[in-house]
């Protein structure tokens, strides 16, 4: 009896959350479609909005370059059903406005044009575009100016600036290889008789053991009003090679003697430390090296000085620094 009471009460509840699932169910669905309606009802109303478009100047004319604009966005308001600005304004990516400045009137002068544009013309083939053809309700500025200055140009050197690093026994074997070593800036004449040299982005590079090859930029600063450089990109090699420690025993070299005297050094060889690039290793040779003696009377001592080495060896030391020496008449 008592397992027939137990079954009993298992159904009910689980009838009675069943139906609890079902009136929620159907309430959520209620609430969602009431949004839906309420938004439609809404959104088929008219409003007003207003936006930014982001306006790039093309054909420009190949002697001349903007030096100047008055306004580099125009603020249109539109007047237009609410679901089509949603769209606009949250969906759709703000494309900038091209205004073509082949077109509009110019005042002349010498080295710089003035040219002023009427910019609702534009708005409405840019709104058409994006399918609204009569919603404009206004824009701001209504007329936009540009300034274009005569472009000159001359032939400036390439001057890195680089953060390296190298890995034990490695060093930089030669020069950076720059190609091209030169390049054409172009600007306004007050704008390039400053500039000196073409310095592109830092090149940063860490434990190299090999050569490498970077492409490195020389426009970073694309803005208006801006120096230019052709080409806007080169190429640099940075040469890599392991380098070893090398010592090398040098005979000692005397300045002119006194006739019938002997001068006896002591010791009369000294050995120069140096470092090598592996590939020129086979090349070293104690011929390359002279080492010149000058005797400095506060002490009494031939003071040691390596006054020729060949140019591919570097952080030339040599010891001892000093020697003694004996005339021998």
């Known amino acids: 009896m008592k397992a027939d009471n137990t079954n009993r009460e298992k159904h009910i509840q689980k009838f009675a959350n069943a139906r609890l699932r079902y009136q929620f ?26 936006f930014n478009i982001p306006l790039k100047f093309v054909n420009v004319p190949d002697t001349r370059m903007i030096t100047g604009t008055s306004d580099s966005i125009v603020q249109v308001t539109m007047q237009a059903q609410g679901y089509k600005l949603i769209l606009l304004r949250y969906l759709d990516k703000s494309k900038p406005l091209l205004i073509d400045l082949s ?63 190298f890995a034990p026994q490695y060093l930089q074997f030669d020069p950076y290889l720059i190609k091209p070593s ?69 005979p000692i070299s005397l300045p002119g003697l006194v006739p019938g005297h002997t001068i006896k050094l002591f010791p009369d060889k000294a050995v120069v430390s140096c470092i090598v690039a592996m590939s020129d290793y086979i090349r070293l040779n104690p011929h390359l090296f002279t080492i010149s003696a000058v005797l400095n009377r506060s002490d009494n001592m031939y003071h040691l000085m390596v006054t020729n080495a060949p140019e591919f060896v570097r952080n030339v030391k040599i010891t001892p620094e000093k020697v003694e020496y004996l005339i021998i008449r």
């Open 182 to 250: 030169h390049v054409m800036v172009f600007g306004t004449r007050s704008m390039i008789d400053s500039i000196r040299f073409a310095q592109p982005e830092l090149i940063k590079a860490r434990n190299l053991s090999e050569s490498v090859v970077r492409t490195v930029h020389l426009n970073a600063n694309t803005l208006i009003n801006k120096p230019f450089f052709l080409p806007s990109r080169i190429q640099v090699t940075i040469p890599v090679q392991k380098f070893t420690e090398e010592n090398i025993e040098v």
């Open 25 to 50: 169910f159907v309430s959520v669905v209620c609430l969602i479609a009431s949004i839906s309606f309420w938004m439609l009802i809404k959104l088929s109303n008219d409003y007003t909005l207003s």
């Open 103 to 165: 077109n509009g009137k110019k005042t002349l002068t010498p080295d710089e044009i003035t040219s002023q544009v009427q910019l609702l013309p534009w708005v409405r083939s840019y709104s058409t575009f994006l399918g609204f053809v009569n919603e404009i309700h206004s824009i701001h500025p209504e007329q936009v100016s540009v300034k274009m200055n005569r472009v000159h140009c001359k032939s400036v050197p390439v001057r890195l600036s680089a953060d390296i690093t």
